[in-house]
Structures are given as C-alpha cells and as structure tokens.
C-alpha cells in the first residue's frame, strides 16, 4: 500500500513536470502567453508517465489523485474553481474508464487517457465560458490589459474544435508512446 502511495505521488511530480514541458512546447508552438496549446502537448508528454502508473498501481484512486493533483494546482495558482473542476471530474471519469478494463485493456486505457488529458483545460474553458470573470481574475493578479488583450482567445467553433482535437491527438500519441513503453518496461521485470 505505501509503495503504491509513494509510486502515484512520484507520477504526479513527474506529470506536473510533462506539463511544465507542455506549456514550453506549447509557448514555442504560440507565443502569445495563452497556453492554448499547452493541454495537447502537456498529454503528448505525460502520456508515458500516465501508462505507467496504470501498470504500476492498477487500482482505483491512482489516476484520481493525478487528477486532483492537478486540479490542486490550478487552485493554488490562483485560476479559480473553475480550473479546479476539469482536474478532479477529468481524474474521476479516467479512473472509472480505466476501472472497466481492470486497468489492463488497452483501448480502455487509452480511452482513460483521452478524458484525463482534458483535465488540464480549465483555464481556456473558463477564458471561454466565464470571459468576464476570467479577465477580472487576470487583471487582480496583477496582469495587464496589453497581455489580457494578447492571450485571449475567442469561442468561436473552429478555435473549439482545434483546441479539442489537438488535445484528442496529443493524447493518442502520448497514450501510444506511453503504452509501448510500459511494456518494454514490463518486459524487462
């Protein structure tokens, strides 16, 4: 029990730096601060990290705590609630969909996978369903309506369909690698 405890808190360490290296892929991708790109390519890279906690700790809560981890984050970073809830309803649903194959089917967990990835969008759904209120939490951070301006992004259909179809690819990739690399791993136990 302690291992698989120690062994989750580590791939969330390790998740939350996929996602660091997410958000700077995605900064090299757009260079207007606003992190559209960051869910896709945060899921490109955690997808490896993600396939290996399912074959290391294959029981219900693993995948949860992930996504409460990063709900967390988006807490403390002061994004509101509203950032809050992907990480936590996102972990919960990829768990239960993971929980249905045991943790071993491979579709299963891919599928897991696609919902936990949106688990990092809060903040461009917020930007999208709450813009006024996004906007109020920005400028009390202290940010200015010059970067308010540049990083907003409107909720128009084709910009909706990018920002979830990048993620959906992001995630199938990451899952992919992640799942190739969890058997190579196994493999060798």
Partial sequence: ????????????VLYFLCVGIGVFLGHLVDQTGNMFYAPAFSALVGGSVYMLLLAKVPRFGAITTLG????????????GAGAFLPGL???????????LGNYKD??????????FAFSTSGPIFLMWIRPKAYVATLLAR?????????????????????????????????????QFLSQKTADKL
């Fill in 1 to 12: 029990m302690k291992k698989n405890i120690l062994t989750t808190l580590l791939a969330a």
């Fill in 142 to 178: 202290g940010k200015s309506q010059e970067y308010i301006d540049r990083i907003m992004v409107a909720p128009e259909l084709d910009k909706i369909l990018l920002f979830v179809s990048s993620i959906l690819l992001g995630a199938l990739f990451g899952a992919v690698v992640g």
């Fill in 106 to 115: 491979r579709i299963k967990n891919t599928l897991s996978f696609l919902v």
């Fill in 89 to 99: 309803a996102c972990g919960l649903a990829a768990d239960a969909i993971a929980r």
């Fill in 68 to 79: 409460l981890f990063m709900a967390l984050f988006f807490l403390a970073s002061k994004h």
